[in-house]
């Protein structure tokens, strides 16, 4: 038997690169096989049971799907430096800037391939799933492939009248952590947390690798481009080396993203959370669908509509779940830290019924 992992992913796919990132760091024997249609008709769709990536098939056989589900049984079989910090008010700000990365960094992510790379991303989808054919073939793959991804942008919120916002904000964000990034290697020291690898889906294959994107970080934020580049290249520094703060410190520099969070996604998380819990209430045991109607955003002083995602609740059901099994000592400083960072919506989230991931989507827990 082997004792490698595959990876079965894309370049140019989110989530790959967040669980690309961690195999490498945590210096996990692994192959990464490109996602084309082949792997989805063979490995993919009788292994998951529906189109997705990232899927990771460990050295036994077994299947791993979801970025967030294979790092956590990836941390469990393999102890060494872990990618949650021990502090309990580190770990639960990593937690919460997976969730931004994973749920909300997603509007730009998606506003900038599919409204200023889309040709490239089309090609892109092309070259992935028939590697063999003609340039013009692969085009007109990628055309029809990209279709749901393109009209996606649109949905989770970036509708030509939310463009300027959702720039402002992204840059934004690109310049807080460009300041962060002067004084820190990683959010939260000199090694990766969960934190850094939910923020490394985005800002890997859509805002570095997306040639628009990739000019637009590195003019704009080039200390954010190489923590990109050092997160995901194998090679110095070696794998699992660093660090997190003493003392559970949150450095300063990482305020403003957490504000940013907070003030961006919460809100959204609020209404997410009423509308799933009307809907279980409404029909008690079913899975929840994938999306749930629209409901308004607010970016930047701009008002916009999005999907409402029950998915993103599940996510937040972990960081909430680290906050309430805080020690009286810890939850103090916890709340300290949400205070500084308007997180007190957070500090009392009205959560809906307990969730359980379910493919793609949630359902009620067991
Ligand atoms: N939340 C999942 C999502 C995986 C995901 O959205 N993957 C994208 C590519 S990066 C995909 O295959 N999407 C198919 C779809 O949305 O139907 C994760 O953390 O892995």
Known sequence: MTNRYTLYGAEISYFTGKVRAYLRWKGLPHDEVPADAQVYREVI?????????????????????????????????????????????????????ELYGDEWLVIPAMHYRWHHNREWAMQGFGELNAPAAAPDEQRRIGAKLAQPFAQAAVLLGAEPSM????????????GELDRHFARHSHLLGTGPSIGDFGLVGPLYAHQYRDPASGELM????????????????????????????????IPDTLLPVLRRMMREQMPVLEDSARRVAARMAGHPGEPLPRTLGMHAFELEGCQGQRIVRPYSLW??????????????ADRGRADALLARIGGERFAHFDDPPRLRRDGLSVAPAA
């Open 45 to 97: 769709l009788p292994r998951v049971g529906f189109p997705v990536i990232p899927v990771v098939v460990t050295p036994a056989g077994e299947t791993l799907q979801d970025s967030t589900d294979i790092i956590d049984a990836l941390e469990h079989r393999h102890p060494g430096p872990p990618v949650y910090p021990p502090g309990p008010v580190q770990h639960l700000a990593s937690l919460l800037l």
């Open 163 to 174: 463009h300027a916002a959702v720039e402002a904000s992204y840059e934004a964000l690109l």
């Open 218 to 249: 590195k003019r704009l934020a080039p200390r954010v481009a190489r923590w990109v580049e050092c997160m995901q290249r194998p090679g110095p520094p070696p794998p699992a080396s660093g660090a997190f703060l003493p003392g559970d410190e």
């Open 315 to 328: 996510m937040l059901q972990r960081a909430r779940d680290a906050y309430r099994a805080l020690a009286p």
